[in-house]
């Protein structure tokens, strides 16, 4: 009775039948690409939504409401909210606390592709100094009372193409872009920034859309939401501020990952029939080769392991080769509507270990799939009919 053969073995077949094996592992590459981008898409939108906001920051909008956009939050509200116990303060002793006011308004995208809704933040000096993420790379901080917005740097590329010195029209007047700004990579990248008075005045607005608030420590969470609790009069869900903006891509994240894991398994049927037929293939050319070894003592246990290893190392060549060429992805900008806020979203495709494993084990599996029954009907194969037959 022999061992096992050995891997070395299952290389030199896979380099004998060259052609064979290029073409097969192409097709599996191209699912094994479109798989990890979709991976990569979901990925890259959650960590974009993630990484807004701070963590010892806490957002209060109305119960109910899931955006900042459909909640309302009083002055007398807000007021109270900033001095509840928790909560940290500044160099003369107030609340680190600020009101905010949402609007979304269109503007038109570049060469005529219709409109976009942004976000339109309503804000402060002191509420932009909250998001430490938030840094000016251009121009300066728009003026109390002026008629003046910022843009985060994700607007200013793709198909909105916001400058530093163009006018936009909304709210019934004109806004000068005086200022661009970064934010890590994060969904502040996709909004415009101005004076939260001068927004509410434009619009018309008399209420807050949310109570932005930094926390004493991060400990103080729940010591914070239990006052909240303890207000009749605040009634408002309680979250920090990076898990609330990273609920806000949930539905988002779900939709691609969902539509594009099933059009990826669509087309991995392909290449899994691709690799049964190149491994079928591979058994006719061979069966003199199979009675050989079974005339020499392997098992049948021995010639199904290294047709499978034959299948599965196929599978695992396609998965390196779609990562690889996936990974170069990560410099495309992706600009869509967010379905749960309808407001544009500006993000990259970001490969992590973790995407990389998935798609990795996905590859694997379309292999072993692929190899499973040629694999299986050249260890049924007897030694009298292939040594004939051969």
């Known amino acids: 009775m022999k061992s096992g053969l050995s891997f070395s073995f299952v290389l030199k077949n896979l380099w004998a039948r060259r052609l064979t094996t290029t073409l097969t592992v192409l097709g599996m590459a191209l699912v094994v690409f479109v798989f990890a981008c979709v991976l990569m898409m979901t990925e890259g939108l959650r960590q974009t939504m993630a990484g807004t906001g701070a963590y010892d920051n806490v957002v209060l909008i109305r119960k109910g ?36 006011s949402l609007v979304l308004i269109n503007l038109p995208r570049t060469g005529g592709e219709g409109n976009a809704n942004v976000v339109v933040r309503g804000t402060s000096a002191a509420g932009i100094g909250m998001r430490p993420q938030i840094k000016m790379i251009s121009g300066r901080l728009f003026e109390p009372g002026a008629s003046e917005v910022i843009v985060g740097e994700g607007l200013t590329r793709g198909r909105l193409g916001i400058q530093l010195g163009d006018m936009l029209n909304f709210g019934a007047r004109q806004w000068r872009v005086v200022g661009v700004f970064s934010a890590d990579r994060s969904g502040f990248e996709s909004e415009l920034h101005a004076d939260r008075d001068q927004i509410m005045q434009a619009f018309r607005r008399q209420v807050f859309s949310s109570v932005v608030v930094s926390l004493e420590n991060t400990g103080t ?3 914070f939401e239990q006052a909240v609790g303890q207000q009749p009069s605040l009634n408002f869900d309680v979250q920090r501020e990076s898990v609330f903006y990273a609920n806000q891509s949930e539905k988002m994240a779900n939709f691609i990952e969902i539509l594009g894991t099933s059009i990826a398994m669509i087309f991995s049927l392909g290449a ?32 199904l392991s290294v047709f499978l290893a034959e299948a599965i190392s196929l599978g695992l060549i396609a998965g390196l080769l779609g990562i690889f060429c996936a990974f170069w992805m990560q410099r495309l900008e992706i600009s869509t509507t967010n379905v749960q806020t309808f407001s544009e979203v500006v993000f990259k495709l970001t490969m992590t270990p973790a995407v990389g494993v998935q798609v990795l084990l996905f590859s694997l599996v379309m292999g072993a799939v692929g190899g499973l029954l040629p694999a299986y009907r050249a260890s049924r194969m007897e030694i009298v009919d292939a040594l004939r037959n051969g």
């Open 221 to 223: 969470f729940s010591r």
């Open 272 to 303: 899994m029939i691709g690799a049964t037929i190149t491994m079928y293939s591979s058994v006719a050319n061979r069966v003199r080769e199979i009675g050989t070894l079974r005339a020499l003592g392997f098992q049948r246990g021995n010639i």
């Open 65 to 100: 409401s899931q955006t900042e956009v459909q909640s309302s939050v009083t002055r007398e509200q807000a007021r109270l909210a900033s001095i509840l116990p928790g909560l940290a303060t500044d160099s003369q002793g107030n609340s680190r606390a600020v009101a905010e």
